[in-house]
């Protein structure tokens, strides 16, 4: 038996147009875009089949049965087929079928055998859907729409796609694009097509009318395509794809102006370009999408603070404590240092500290402050106000009512209480997240601890693409006053305040800053020389804090040399966002860097205005240094530093994008 003529020639392979496929690639780019998980070598073997196997295949039973004499997709002049174009259809469509099967999964193809199965109800001489108008654009429409995303997501995670109402969305967008685009790939065919018996939608439409449909469908794509990234709380996907859709509508809107006038410039070549333009910023598109999706980065999108009601001014908090003791050497060291701090007010949950001592909720009684508070009574302190002052802190975040249902991840920092189930189990209950909401704990870390977590909320970010994580800080460091008069502790009482500060981190660049703030880096380094410097221990009467005179030298003496260890000039640094862990600290920082103060001014203020909140202080200076980003700023950098115990230093640099 003869068998050459079921081999595949040069016209047979002219007809199977295989570099058509490139026009058929968006909505599988789209679908790999969208998928939750990724299968790789389930996704590169789909995409195989698909475009290699099963539209050539498509292409060539179509021109085999058509027999066009006349341009059609692709090619201009097309071959006359012969039977090895049948045969070698057979046999891309059967090798299709085995490899997804043995390669991918059953549900894809399955998922094949339908689209197979409608491509040739289409075609064939014996059914010959197309002849039909309407019954034609809908079969297209619906299996080269709908159902080829609801394909390709089948075999690029192996699994089915969940008809949520999101997805349902993005299947009705993708049958409105393809809705859109058909008609125009017919628009120079119609009186080919009627001398084959077909007529279709596009001639019944006529010229003008095929342009209207075309922009109706695809004003219906985008609502649908809206309301998909608006569940998904990712509208600023929707206004991306926007941006890739301007070239398409203006050659749209330029072609429609030249058929108007001629309607022979409804012609093979205009729609060709036509479907050039339309493939190349599709395809480019859903390309960026893949790497936003699936290749995320991080963005902080917004920070609020909060503070107690309670406001006293340094003065106030000074004399509180000096009447605390008798010893007029501890009265006047009390005095001088208060002097020094820079600070003018701190806040507070507690009461007590402008009030006469028969009118004190916390301490005792008495001038003396003795017998001092319990740990157990600090704690059942703690517990009542850290959650209303954190919840204080998110609840400003911008339209958080509307975007808490986004939120994926939730991540507490404390240093100065605990108890279980802790803060995070409380602000669930109290912001009613999502049950579903993943959370993390930062506790017992001290002042850089703020930084530690938007480590953690970055790496999140970075290896989810639908991640929305929020942080958040909060310190009653007030409630840990100790009735101490050793050098250490006169610092501590007159340093520490209560505080909280709440920070989003996306993996999409959304917020309301003049420019994306991304997260570019972080970098950490301990000082062994300075462990017993910043210490925070456990005793019976709460928190003992053992911060000494020697941690500005410290950071001093090694902010150069960590800096050249990361390659990081301070020149090229625009905005500075320092933890003032004290007045000495911030001075030493500049002079340690050679800057100039102005540039640490958010630190200073900050420290003026709040005292040392321990973790969110650093989020209420980078709070100050983001709102005021100017669009003019967009390719800068912002450094953030902290300081914590161990001696440890914690860094991260932003980027203005």
């Known amino acids: 038996m003869d068998i050459c003529f079921m081999l595949p020639d040069r ?21 790999l875009s969208q998928a939750h998980t990724i299968s790789v070598s389930k996704a590169v073997w789909s995409f195989v089949i698909i ?21 059609i997709g692709g090619l201009e002049k097309p071959p006359l087929p ?8 057979i046999f891309l469509d059967v090798t299709a079928i085995l490899l997804a099967a043995f390669l991918v999964s059953m549900l894809f193809a399955g998922c094949l055998l339908l689209y197979i199965a409608a491509s040739r109800a289409y075609s064939s001489r014996q059914i010959r859907l197309k002849k039909y108008a309407l019954a034609g654009f809908l ?12 394909m390709s997501v089948a075999g690029i995670t192996g699994q089915a796609l969940t008809l949520s109402r999101e997805n349902i969305y993005v299947l009705l967008g993708c049958t409105f694009q393809i809705a859109g685009a058909y008609p125009l790939t017919q628009i120079y065919q119609h009186q080919q097509d009627l001398k084959d018996g077909v007529t279709t939608l596009s001639y019944k439409l006529g010229y003008t009318g095929t342009f209207v449909f075309t922009a109706v469908m695809f004003l219906f794509c985008n609502i649908f395509y809206y309301l998909y990234f608006s569940a998904r709380d990712l509208g600023t996907v929707f206004y991306i794809i926007q941006l890739f859709f301007v070239p398409i509508v203006v050659y749209f809107g330029y072609w429609f102006l030249l058929v108007r006038r001629n309607v022979r410039n409804a012609n093979f070549r205009n729609t060709m370009r036509m479907n050039w333009i339309a493939a190349l910023c599709m395809n480019s598109c859903f390309t960026v999408l893949i790497f936003i999706n699936h ?12 503070v107690p009601d309670h406001c006293f001014s340094q003065q106030s908090l000074a004399s509180f404590y000096i009447n605390s003791t008798d010893d007029l050497i501890s009265k006047r060291k009390i005095r001088i240092v208060a002097g020094k701090t820079g600070i003018d007010t701190r806040y507070s949950v507690i009461s007590d500290f402008d009030k006469s001592k028969e009118e004190y909720e916390f301490f005792s009684k008495t001038t003396s402050l003795i017998p001092e508070p319990t740990l157990t009574e600090r704690m059942r302190l703690y517990q009542r106000h850290v959650t209303k002052l954190s919840q204080k802190a998110i609840e400003r975040i911008p339209e958080f009512e509307k975007i808490k249902s986004s939120v994926t991840h939730l991540i507490t920092v404390t240093c100065t209480g605990l108890f279980a189930p802790g803060l995070d189990i409380e602000l669930m209950r109290a ?10 704990s930062v506790n017992f870390m001290g002042c850089n601890a703020a930084i530690i977590a938007l480590k953690n909320a970055d790496a999140i970010c970075k290896s989810q693409p639908d991640a929305n994580v929020l942080v958040v800080c909060t310190e009653l460091c007030t409630i840990h006053f100790q009735k101490r008069y050793n050098d250490d502790y006169i610092l501590s009482n007159l340093l ?6 709440a920070v989003m981190v996306s993996s999409q660049p959304t917020g309301s800053y003049a420019n994306q703030i991304k997260i570019d880096r972080f970098d950490s380094l301990i000082l062994h020389n300075g462990y017993d410097d910043m210490a925070w221990q456990l005793s019976e009467t709460g928190f003992i804090m053992n911060l000494t005179s020697y941690v500005p030298d410290l950071i001093r003496e090694n902010m150069v040399p960590m800096l050249k260890s990361i390659r990081l000039d301070p020149e090229h640094i625009r905005h500075w966002a320092i933890h003032p862990g004290g007045k000495r600290i911030l001075d030493d920082f500049a002079a340690a860097l050679e800057l100039d103060r ?16 321990s973790s969110p202080t650093v989020l209420f200076v980078l709070k100050d240094v983001l709102e005021k980003v100017k669009p003019e700023h967009k390719g800068s950098r912002a450094f953030t530093a902290a300081f914590g115990p161990g001696l440890s230093i914690e860094t991260m640099q932003l980027l203005y994008v």
């Open 431 to 440: 912001l009613k997240l999502k049950p579903s909401v993943q959370r993390s």
């Open 51 to 71: 475009h290699f196997l099963i539209y050539p295949a498509s292409n060539g039973y179509n021109s085999y049965v058509d027999r066009d004499e006349d341009s």
């Open 139 to 150: 079969v297209v429409v619906i299996f080269q729409g709908a159902f080829t995303y609801y």
């Open 295 to 306: 290749f995320p980065l991080s963005y902080i999108t917004a920070i609020e603070t909060a």
């Open 496 to 501: 520490f305040a209560d505080g909280a500060a």
């Open 82 to 89: 012969t039977k090895s174009l049948f045969y070698t259809t």
């Open 11 to 31: 016209n047979t392979i002219k007809l199977l147009r295989l570099p058509f496929f490139f026009f058929l690639m968006p909505l599988f780019l789209f679908a």
């Open 598 to 613: 102005c540039k640490l001014a958010p630190a200073y203020a900050v420290l003026k205005n709040y005292g040392n909140m």
